[in-house]
């Protein structure tokens, strides 16, 4: 997963670097045509983030900033989720062989040594579980449980605020769009008759601020559902992996 998302993150690069050079190119080539012919001029095709800068721009930097941070931050939030939960993520199985060939060995202060050695949320019920086999099977049980719930609070830890710029973004861009037909009207008002120039500008930044909002939203939205899924994932690891450490004490205590 580590190397998938570096992949990613290059290509993005590559692209966006292929992006610059294609707009610089075209730039130039328009530049040399219109000093050498006198010709009608050729209209300059912007690359993509030009584009995108020219329309965020022409959206109006009250709104579109808000909405602009709303990406920012909730992107933040995003990628530091993906990266703990990434390395949240415990190989369950060989976690499990090694704690019970650990116990047959060593007894549960060679499987302890074993669930310290290890990173991630299981690792450390395991070992609050272990930690708790001297008082009854019933304590383990219930250290697992109780340190379980507290493992499950620190992978959704902040998700709940990317939500919040979901819901936001295409808000506050809607907000935009109904300020800017207000304005589209006024000029209307002021002016006295329906003169499509009058409120041409209006309805534009009513319409790029709603763009804005949805296409941040739909962002979020993706990487959101991904930590989701990531999450009852390793929740369900979590659990079944709980389940098999108490089979484990049970047997051990025989």
């Not at 190119?25 to 912007?46: M, N, R």
């Not at 019933?138 to 902040?158: C, I, S, W």
Request: glycine fraction near 8%; proline fraction near 2%.
């Amino acid at each position: 997963m580590k190397r998938l998302f570096s992949i990613l993150a290059i290509s993005g690069i590559m692209a966006f670097g292929t992006v610059n050079a294609n707009a610089t190119t075209t730039t130039a080539v328009t530049t040399v045509a219109s000093a050498t012919q006198d010709e009608a001029p050729v209209a300059e095709e912007l690359g993509f983030h030009q584009e995108l800068k020219k329309r965020f721009i022409e959206g109006g930097p009250a709104f579109m900033g808000i909405v602009l941070l709303c990406l920012i931050l909730g992107l933040a939030i995003a990628i530091e989720r993906i990266i703990f939960l990434n390395l949240s993520t415990t190989n369950t199985k060989k976690l499990t062989q090694d704690v019970e060939d650990a116990l047959a060995s060593g007894g549960v202060e060679a499987a302890k040594e074993v669930c310290r050695n290890t990173k991630g949320p299981i690792a450390s019920i395991f070992y609050q579980g272990l930690d708790r086999t001297d008082e009854s099977i019933e304590a383990a049980e219930k250290a697992v449980v109780a340190y379980g719930g507290v493992q499950m609070g620190q992978l959704e830890k902040n998700v709940s605020w990317i939500s919040l710029f979901i819901a936001l973004a295409p808000m506050l861009g809607f907000m935009g769009t109904v300020i800017g037909m207000i304005d589209a009207f006024d000029k209307i008002e002021a002016a006295g008759d329906m003169n499509p120039a009058l409120v041409a500008g209006g309805i534009k930044i009513a319409l790029l601020t709603t763009v804005f909002g949805l296409i941040v939203a739909i962002i979020l939205q993706i990487f959101y559902n991904y930590i989701i899924a990531k999450i009852d994932s390793i929740v369900n690891d979590m659990e079944d992996a709980s389940i098999t450490l108490m089979d484990l004490l049970i047997r051990q205590k025989k």
